[in-house]
């Protein structure tokens, strides 16, 4: 495999491996909209769930082959995009090793730093994909031109042969994408205006995380809006910085007199006065804040009133507490991506907010690894937040393929979870579906990430 970091300009051929993936797909898109002939493949074209995926991608001009060499072969790419859950030993790149191939936040930062905008990147362990999309459709509210790159489907950019997960536009005001730490793949970005929403626990250890956050803040060129307790992270210094924090205290954007409803929450501000949105839980207080507070960097002669209106704008992110419907026998299913502790803690607090308890919070863990990661911190992020009437159902853990140690299975995890007291059973699909049918719950809170057929599943659950 020949490795080469430079993307050649259009009408140059692409190949995207793992096409089907959410970073990849968006990256599709946008390379199809600035002259890119692009092709791709995925293992997963047969998946349940990504039909309309695929049907978009397609429509838009983009040429899908199996992930079994043929690719390559026929395209004859002039590079190949990978994704860091694409193996060495992929048919497509043995198919051809002569064939330079590139990383997807490389070509993803390559094509953008061509755009003459302004670039903005939201970082963090939780939340990115729901505020980078919240900043976009803000911005668009207040009439700017906005390009996005997402990893989630926007509600408000879903239409007739697009997903989503790609506004597209050619000359913007504003280049706004979410980056990614997992991988450390944000390093490649150099945005002019950064997000640091907060550092969990997800895919390393605390200080090593603050260290990919401190770098990836170091190079950025403007301006950062931050978390409060994230102000002191180095990379800050030189910088204009605008705070947000989850409770007023002076010089941060904060919520107070939050109020939850079947319509959405509302709060208040010190600077920009009542806040009402259509989302959900006191998060979406925070994430609105954390949009405020780069709303008010990037454009800071902007009314206050005008950006609280502009916050209104944002219809969500599928499978971000999506509320998918109601069964039978009164159970509502909702859907979520959440996949780490604090993504756990915050969507089965909404949930309680919504909806109360009981419910069932059925969770599938999104790669042995990742669970790995976070078994000691569930326990503490489950105690807290699960009432003794909650129940938690552990699916077994997702494998998309590649190398894995198959350790610890769900199994495992939830006998350690019930060991600290807390009500959880592991259980496959059919067996939570035949739960779910004989005892009622005010609603069936869905997470799990990376697998789509998660969302079409919870359509089932809210159809029995």
């Known amino acids: 495999m020949k490795d080469n970091s430079i993307l050649p300009p259009p009408p140059a051929k692409i190949f995207l491996v793992g096409i089907g993936g959410i970073g990849v797909s968006g990256l599709a898109q946008l390379l199809v909209s600035r002259g890119y002939h692009v092709a791709g493949s995925d293992r997963g074209l047969k998946d349940q769930g990504k039909e309309q995926l695929y049907e978009d991608l397609k429509s838009q001009g983009v040429i899908l082959y199996p992930q079994d060499g043929s690719g390559p072969i026929a395209e004859k790419p002039d590079a190949i995009v990978i994704s ?3 193996e060495s030993d992929n048919p497509d790149l043995l198919a051809n090793p002569d064939i330079p191939v590139i990383h997807r936040a490389a070509a993803l930062a390559q094509t953008i730093d061509k755009i003459d905008a302004p670039q903005i990147a939201i970082a963090g362990s939780c939340g990115k994909t729901s505020v980078t999309g919240w900043i ?11 390009l996005m790159i997402n990893g989630g489907y926007a509600l408000d950019d879903e239409k007739p042969g697009f997903p989503g997960n790609a506004k597209l536009c050619q000359n913007p005001d504003f280049i706004v994408v979410e980056v990614d730490e997992s991988d450390k793949s944000l390093s490649v970005f150099h945005p002019d205006y950064a997000v640091l929403l907060n550092v969990g ?3 390393y250890g605390q200080d090593e995380l603050c260290q990919v956050f401190a770098d990836f803040l170091a190079q950025t060129s403007k301006g950062i809006a931050i978390l409060d307790t994230l102000k002191g992270l180095a990379g800050t210094q030189g910088k204009t910085v605008v705070k947000f924090a989850e409770q007023p205290q002076e010089n941060a954007i904060a919520p107070s007199n939050f109020s939850s409803s079947a319509d959405g929450i509302r709060f208040d501000t010190a600077q920009f006065g009542t806040i009402r949105s259509s989302q959900t839980g006191f998060y979406s207080a925070i994430n609105a804040c954390a949009v405020l507070a780069t709303l008010k960097l990037v454009a800071p002669n902007t009314p206050n009133d005008k950006l609280a209106q502009a916050i209104a704008a944002f219809s969500g992110i599928r499978q ?46 999104h790669g042995f690894k990742p669970l790995g990661f976070m078994r000691k911190a569930l326990v503490e992020a489950l105690k807290s937040c699960l009432s003794p009437d909650d129940l938690l159902v552990m699916l077994p853990v997702f494998y998309a393929g590649g190398t894995a140690s198959f350790s610890p299975t769900s199994d495992q995890v939830a006998e350690e979870l019930k060991q600290q007291g807390i009500n959880a059973i592991a259980k496959t699909r059919d067996e939570t579906a035949k739960l779910l049918k004989q005892q009622p719950f005010n609603v069936a809170l869905v997470m799990g990430a990376r697998d789509a057929s998660l969302r079409t599943w919870s359509k089932a659950l809210a159809e029995q």
């Open 84 to 86: 860091t859950a694409v």
């Open 136 to 146: 976009a459709q803000a911005l668009q509210a207040l009439s700017y031109n906005v």
């Open 201 to 203: 626990n997800d895919h």
């Open 320 to 365: 971000r507490f999506e509320i998918i419907g109601k069964a039978s026998n009164g159970t509502v299913v909702v859907n979520d991506y959440a996949h780490n502790p604090e993504k756990l803690n915050a969507a089965i607090q909404a949930a309680q907010l919504r909806f109360g308890s009981p419910i069932a919070a059925i969770f599938q863990p």
